[in-house]
């Protein structure tokens, strides 16, 4: 029988690192066992704000790439300020009051001179090329995943050309995503993103999102099919890893200046001060990029001393760091907007078998899975002791060695689970 062929538009793909990457990655492994034979359009040249080379070797020799050049901006602005292109490229904006004159600057030719986002510009070339290509190959099915959302414009003129099936995928919200307040729109500019949201909305033939809240979000603007496909786990280290000796509490991931939990450096102060045991063991890991105002507050707790700062590694390292914690921390911006986020790591962290404490806004979707699947324990902005006394009860678990999660009903997130529901839809 022959393989259903499916057009996959994306700009992140190996060598590009982030959570980002992983979810079309992974569904690209598993379809080919669906009966469907996924080709893969990128940029040629693309300017990626984090490289994981070690990502490239996951990506099958039999999937078709397709590549095309791509106009990068960030690699002009880098020429003015390195530092600060980086930042936005990456989504770390600066609170406003921190900004300085430049980075103000940046932000508003960001925001109002490329709508929707910075990618704009492989919009028109990528139609032009794939309008041919598709018809040679005989493409029924083309899929756009986002962000950037300017992907979503490749889709939505490809279907009014061709009449092509076509699912949008989301893996963040687009008009209501934290950032996008920070980019110093006008007027005009809201109206345009507002305007090309809705047009995707409701041309795609089904919208695919990564959560629950954004599927509600989604369903006040179209009457288009949602179908919820949340990230998922893979089996990238199969084997036994020691457990740390110290008491290793790690954050894995990106700490932005908005992620900033005092209520805990508060509580990790107070134990470390009140329990010399405790202070002993105690070893804060933070893997990946963390602000510096995340790191100033740290300091301000005299945490920083308890502090291993390894900065960004790779994902396969990353997975390690995860099996080998005593406790996995997950935290997310105290925001109305942050409530339909689902970092892919959840998923990840759920069947490390290491417990989770999460701190981020009341009734999100995360502390919804995290509750039913018993991996860990969620908290608000507001519970400083019982965010202390759990933590505490881990450390006396830890001193037991006693400290793991029962885990249950992880199978349905894994990779080739998900991608399943997807080949259904297809």
């Known amino acids: 029988m022959n393989k259903k062929k499916v057009l996959i538009i994306t700009y992140y793909w190996p060598p590009a690192g982030g959570p980002g990457v992983q979810r079309w990655l992974k569904f690209v492994k598993y379809l080919p066992d669906y009966n469907i034979n996924p080709i893969v359009f990128i940029p040629e040249n693309p300017n990626y704000p984090i490289v994981d080379s070690s990502l490239e070797k996951e990506v099958s020799k039999d999937v078709l790439i397709v590549k095309r050049p791509i106009k990068e901006p960030y690699k002009w602005a880098s020429f003015i300020s390195n530092k600060a292109s980086k930042s936005i490229s990456k989504g770390i904006i600066s609170e406003e009051k921190e900004q300085t004159l430049l980075e103000k600057v940046m932000l508003f030719v960001r925001g109002n001179f490329f709508v929707p986002d910075a990618r704009v510009g492989w919009v028109k070339p990528s139609v032009a090329f794939l309008s041919d290509y598709i018809k040679k190959e005989n493409i029924q099915t083309i899929i756009t995943t986002g962000p950037p959302h ?24 687009w008009t209501t995503i934290g950032y996008h307040k920070q980019l110093r729109l006008t007027t005009a500019s809201k109206i345009r993103h507002k305007k090309f949201e809705k047009q995707v909305l409701n041309t795609a033939n089904q919208i695919l999102v990564t959560s629950f809240i954004t599927k509600k979000e989604f369903e006040q603007i179209t009457t288009k099919p949602i179908a919820v496909i949340t990230n998922g786990f893979d089996n990238e280290v199969d084997v036994d890893i020691a457990l740390d000796s110290k008491f290793t509490v790690s954050h894995i991931g990106s700490l932005l200046s908005k992620r900033n939990p005092e209520i805990l450096w508060q509580a990790l102060q107070d134990l470390v001060t009140e329990n010399t045991d405790f202070a002993n063991h105690f070893q804060l890991n933070i893997v990946g990029f963390a602000s510096q105002q995340v790191l100033d507050t740290i300091k301000k707790y005299n945490l920083s001393s308890y502090v291993n700062n390894e900065g960004y590694i790779s994902h396969f390292k990353a997975i390690q760091f995860q099996k080998k914690s005593q406790v996995l921390l997950l935290i997310e911006i105290d925001s109305e907007d942050t409530k339909c986020i689902i970092p892919g790591k959840v998923f990840e962290y759920m069947t490390s ?22 991996t860990g324990n969620y ?12 933590i505490l009860n881990h450390y006396n678990s830890f001193k037991k060695n006693a400290l793991h999660t029962n885990a249950v009903g992880l199978q349905k997130y894994h990779r080739k689970e998900l991608t399943n529901v997807l080949a259904n839809l297809l």
């Open 379 to 390: 908290f608000n902005y507001t519970e400083y002791y019982i965010l202390k006394k759990a």
């Open 150 to 173: 300017s992907v979503h414009l490749i889709g939505f003129h490809l279907k009014q050309k061709l009449g092509v099936k076509w699912l949008a995928d989301f893996r963040d919200p």
């Open 353 to 374: 078998g290491r417990p989770i404490i999460a701190i981020g806004p009341k009734d999100s979707d995360v502390e919804k899975i995290i509750n039913e699947t018993h």
